[in-house]
């Protein structure tokens, strides 16, 4: 654990993995492509509402390469969930925005198959990452964004604890075209360890 003056031991270079008998996150690598081909080809609405889409051979090809070149110029840590349940690779999430100074992280990057959508999947990927965030590294905050508009989304993270903090308005460019509002959610550490957590692990 961290105290308010130390640098997070957040090592990029280090293949962090997350499990419990739901599900498991490792490190995502260019060898996923073949993994999660099957979403970008037939389900390219999963990234409706997101800045960086995944839809197609070449939009996945692409999506996996940013992702993995942010991990190793130390900017984002991207993971490839797979569903222990269903035995099945399931979608993606990320840590990025790193500020291991000020102890703060956003949590996003995240989507999930259709069939996996809704199944609590979610939630206990979540759970882990906060767990991990909080617990081993020590981290202060974690952030969550997301385009105002997706309200599946928003409903998604305010039922695993995050609370509003408000709405950045026109902040990011559309995929569509002209520019989105970003609603801005998080979970402090606090917070975590005196209600989220035992919340957060009573829907799993």
């Not at 080809?41 to 999506?63: D, T």
């Not at 604890?161 to 026109?170: I, Q, Y």
């Not at 559309?174 to 609603?183: T, V, Y």
Request: aromatic share 12%; with cysteine.
């Amino acid at each position: 654990m961290s105290n308010n003056s130390a640098i997070i031991p957040f090592d990029f270079s280090k293949d962090y993995i997350l499990e419990d008998d739901f599900v498991l996150l490792r490190p995502l690598d260019l060898n996923d492509f073949n993994h999660l081909l099957t979403f970008a080809q037939n389900e390219p609405e999963i990234w409706k509402y997101s800045l960086l889409s995944g839809a197609g051979e070449e939009g996945l090809k692409k999506y996996i390469m940013q992702a993995v070149e942010a991990r190793q110029t130390s900017k984002e840590y991207p993971f490839i969930v797979y569903d222990k349940i269903n035995h099945s690779f399931a979608g993606s999430t990320r840590f990025y925005d790193i500020q291991l100074a000020y102890h703060t992280v956003q949590l996003g990057y995240t989507w999930y198959g259709k069939k996996f959508q809704g199944t609590g999947l979610n939630k206990h990927c979540k759970f882990l990452l906060f767990t991990f965030a909080f617990e081993q590294m020590g981290f202060k905050r974690v952030e969550l964004r997301a385009d105002n508009r997706n309200t599946r989304s928003k409903a998604a993270m305010q039922s695993i604890g995050c609370k509003v903090e408000g709405v950045l308005r026109r902040h990011m460019p559309a995929p569509e075209g002209g520019r989105r509002d970003s609603i801005v959610l998080s979970i402090l550490d606090d917070e975590w360890k005196d209600s989220a957590k035992e919340m957060l692990r009573g829907k799993l």
